[in-house]
């Protein structure tokens, strides 16, 4: 079947904008997770649901994002009043239990440059 | 905060060589995981070992699971193009609801 979905692939926005990225999960995935990637920071964890609840967000680096999940499936990331720093890779993961008892699964991520 | 530090950050070999690259945690792993990640896709799950000890192969990878369940290694024999990628080793958080990566080890196989 499919795997994870992301878009855009890739992202350019200018400094002050707001930006949405979407997650598709593997259909059936209850458990989903963002996650930054930057050279020299390595993956950094963002936040993760459960179904549509997020139990953990502990890993959003302040108040300008923000992610939901609609019908247990589709997933955005809006980071609004974009800066320079927020450009990396951002990825999407789902996998078929809650916690990481099983295996992640990851979308190939959207790249996003702040200009 | 659990810190998993990998090494070498770079490596670059010829076709057929071996190599060995490590990961060492902080604290007990609860259940490690070594993930390659190819440029421009996300990272892939290659093995997970929990058993301190613990020896598993993948084809030409051996994973190692140290003892004290602080550190593993990671073992590649007659290493091919194909193999080059980014390694990243990874457990799950104190709350039990991600995985934590290492910054990984990026490896260049040339022929």
């Known amino acids: 079947g499919a795997g994870v979905s992301q878009s855009p692939s890739n992202k350019v926005t200018e400094k002050g904008k707001d930006v949405e990225l979407r997650c598709d999960p593997i259909s059936g995935h209850t458990a989903l997770y963002w996650y930054r990637q930057s050279l020299g920071q390595g993956l950094e964890f963002l936040i993760y649901?459960?179904?549509?609840?997020?139990?953990?967000k502990s890993g959003l680096p302040s108040d300008r994002f923000s992610a939901e999940r609609t019908g247990g499936s589709v997933s955005t990331l809006t980071i609004q009043r974009t800066q320079q720093e927020d450009s990396a890779v951002y990825l999407c993961?789902?996998?078929?239990?809650?916690?990481?008892?099983?295996?992640?699964?990851f979308g190939n991520g959207t790249r996003l440059t702040v200009t | 905060t659990q810190l998993l530090e990998q090494s070498p950050q770079f490596l670059s070999i010829q076709e057929g060589e071996n190599l060995t690259v490590y990961c060492n945690s902080s604290?007990?792993?609860?259940?490690l995981q070594w993930y390659r990640q190819e440029p421009g896709e996300g990272p892939v799950l290659l093995v997970t070992v929990v058993t301190g000890g613990e020896v598993k192969k993948l084809k030409r990878l051996t994973f190692q699971f140290g003892d004290a369940r602080k550190d593993s290694s990671l073992h590649i024999t007659a290493a091919q193009p194909g193999d080059t990628g980014l390694y990243l080793c990874?457990?799950?958080?104190?709350?039990?609801?991600?995985?934590?990566f290492g910054k990984g080890t990026t490896l260049s196989v040339s022929s």
């Open positions: 993961a789902s996998s078929l239990e809650r916690g990481t008892n099983s295996p992640l699964h």
């Open positions: 990874a457990d799950t958080n104190q709350a039990g609801t991600a995985l934590i």
């Open positions: 649901f459960q179904g549509n609840s997020a139990p953990d």
């Open positions: 604290s007990v792993f609860s259940s």
